[in-house]
């Protein structure tokens, strides 16, 4: 039985996630918390912790974490350069699996990416649009920069690569990257259909982070995709 600590399980991801964790037999919901005061007081019950929550407070529970010496899932996005390297700290102590998204899709996106970008030339435009719902405060979302950053690396870009960022209505979750010449296109699209698609991203990386080495983590990792 893994004990899974949920952090900001009043939102809609942590209600999601606490939710799978009760439906499944070999979890067990140990805590659920919304502050880091919270999480020192139940951070001893758990084996692994799940943060979706923002930045700074993501940033205090990696540091309980490394504290404690429990492995940490991190979903949360929108995080400095700052704030990042605090984390990274973090993994010098204890496991940290941190993704801007935990859709086994979308990571499958990630690799074809870097599949088209190592094999089109720097003559082929690059286009990435995302689309979320309208209460999404970060913008453009961290898949959306994750995608642009994996073209950069693979392609040798030093070039700023455009996003179009929409926000409108309730949508979980749309990503599109196109590469386009003059005598070709081809597009790679992602369409979340509900956020359970996260929730499992994230229980899946909670399973798979038990026992690992301390170090930062990526969901690339928990699927086998590097």
């Given at each position: 039985m893994i004990n899974i600590i949920v952090t900001g399980a009043s939102g809609r991801m942590g209600s999601e996630i606490a939710?799978?964790?009760h439906?499944?037999?070999?979890?067990?919901?140990?805590?659920?918390?919304?502050q880091a005061s919270r999480l020192a007081c139940a951070i001893t019950k758990g084996d692994v912790i799940i943060d979706f929550t923002a930045p700074d407070a993501s940033v205090d529970h990696a540091r309980l974490a490394a504290e404690?010496?429990?492995p940490i899932v991190i979903g949360t996005t929108g995080f400095s350069e700052e704030e990042l390297q605090s984390i990274s700290d973090a993994a010098l102590?204890?496991?940290v699996v941190l993704s801007p998204n935990m859709s086994v899709g979308v990571n499958v996106l990630f690799a074809m990416t870097k599949l088209a970008s190592?094999?089109?030339?720097k003559n082929f435009h690059i286009e990435i649009v995302e689309t979320h719902h309208a209460h999404k405060k970060d913008k453009p979302s961290g898949t959306a920069k994750k995608i642009a950053q994996v073209i950069q690396q693979t392609h040798g870009r030093d070039e700023h690569i455009p996003i179009q960022a929409l926000r409108t209505g309730e949508v979980i979750g749309n990503h599109l990257l196109r590469f386009t010449s003059?005598?070709?296109?081809?597009?790679?699209?992602?369409?979340a259909i509900t956020r359970r698609i996260f929730a499992e991203g994230a229980i899946r990386a909670a399973r798979w982070i038990i026992g690992k080495p301390e170090g930062l983590y990526s969901m690339q990792d928990v699927l086998h995709l590097k």
């Open positions: 939710a799978l964790v439906s499944s037999s070999d979890l067990h919901l140990a805590a659920s918390c919304n404690h010496g429990i102590e204890v496991a190592a094999a089109f030339d003059e005598s070709e296109s081809l597009t790679l699209t992602h369409h």
